[in-house]
C-alpha cells in the first residue's frame, strides 16, 4: 500500500456543515448574491437572461 492509499484511509469524510462553508467562503459569492437580487427584481442584464435561459 502506498502514501497515498494510506491518506485515503485516514481521511475524516466532511460533513455537510463544512461542505457548505467551502461554497460560502469561494470568491465568487457575492457575485452569485448580485444575481438572486437582480432576478429577484426582474432585472438581470440581457447577457445573463439569455446565459440563465434554458434553450
Do not use: C, T, W
Request: proline share 7%.
Amino acid at each position: 500500500m502506498g502514501i497515498a492509499d494510506r491518506g485515503e484511509q485516514d481521511r475524516v469524510p466532511e460533513s455537510d456543515d463544512e461542505q457548505e462553508i467551502g461554497i460560502l467562503n469561494s470568491f465568487y459569492i457575492s457575485d452569485l448574491e448580485l444575481a438572486i437580487r437582480l432576478a429577484a427584481r426582474g432585472a438581470l442584464p440581457p447577457v445573463l437572461r439569455e446565459y440563465l435561459s434554458p434553450k
